[in-house]
């Protein structure tokens, strides 16, 4: 099966500009995750969707990051105005129903502020 | 919930038994995990607690007295040199992963 997919694998941009990043998950999987990872650190959770609702955003920076899931599917991510301690890498994984199965993760997205 | 993984770095011979420690603290019944990551690939599952199954040589036992979920195995190889995370989903469903460690097996 096709792995999960992710868009772009790199990105900079400047401080107070905005980015999206994509991600397509594994065919049939219900359940999509985004996570940040600052250097040195573990993939934080941001955002859990199951299907196109969410379940978990408790850590999402709602002020400036927003994702939506439209039909279920695929995924954005987006980041307005970013800021410096913004640079991470932005992990998309996804399982089959719920988080008690193996994720399946993208490659990533590194975003780098300046 | 939260996952705390000890050792920042660890480095053993090829050879050695190898031991990468995991404590976390949540008050239900949590599901547990360890993921690895190998240079330039992406993120994926090692083994989980409900399986108990063995992977790659690899072994963990979910200890809820001590609420811990080490990863072992008794003899090192070089190709298991990489990023180990542990990871905990809740009753919820949700994930939170430790900070890593980071395993170097030394010919």
């Known amino acids: 099966e096709a792995g999960v997919a992710q868009s772009p694998r790199y990105k900079i941009i400047e401080k107070r500009q905005s980015v999206a990043f994509w991600c397509n998950p594994i065919?049939?999987?219900?359940?999509l995750y985004w996570y940040q990872q600052i250097l040195g650190q573990g993939p934080k959770l941001l955002i859990q969707?199951?299907?196109?609702?969410?379940?978990?955003d408790s850590q999402l920076p709602k002020d400036r990051f927003s994702a939506e899931r439209l039909k279920g599917v695929d995924s954005t991510l987006k980041i307005q105005p970013a800021k410096l301690e913004d640079s991470a890498v932005y992990l998309c994984?996804?399982?089959?129903?719920?988080?008690?199965?193996?994720?399946?993760f993208g490659p990533g997205t590194r975003l780098t502020v300046l | 919930q939260r996952v705390t993984q000890p050792e920042k770095l660890l480095s053993v011979f090829k050879g050695a038994p190898v031991e990468l420690k995991c404590n976390y603290s949540?008050?239900?019944?949590?599901?547990l995990f360890w993921y690895v990551q190998y240079s330039r690939q992406r993120l994926q599952l090692l083994l989980r607690?409900?399986s108990r199954e063995s992977i790659k040589g690899f072994t963990a036992d979910l200890n809820k007295g001590e609420t811990s979920f080490h990863l072992k195995k008794p003899f090192a190889q070089e190709e298991d040199s990489a990023m180990y995370y542990c990871?905990?989903?809740?009753?919820?469903?949700?994930?939170?992963f430790g900070d890593g460690t980071t395993l170097t097996v030394k010919p």
């Open positions: 994984a996804s399982t089959l129903w719920t988080s008690a199965g193996e994720q399946f």
């Open positions: 065919s049939g999987h219900a359940t």
């Open positions: 949540y008050s239900g019944s949590p599901e």
């Open positions: 607690h409900i």
């Open positions: 990871a905990l989903s809740s009753n919820a469903g949700k994930s939170t």
């Open positions: 969707f199951q299907n196109n609702g969410v379940v978990d």
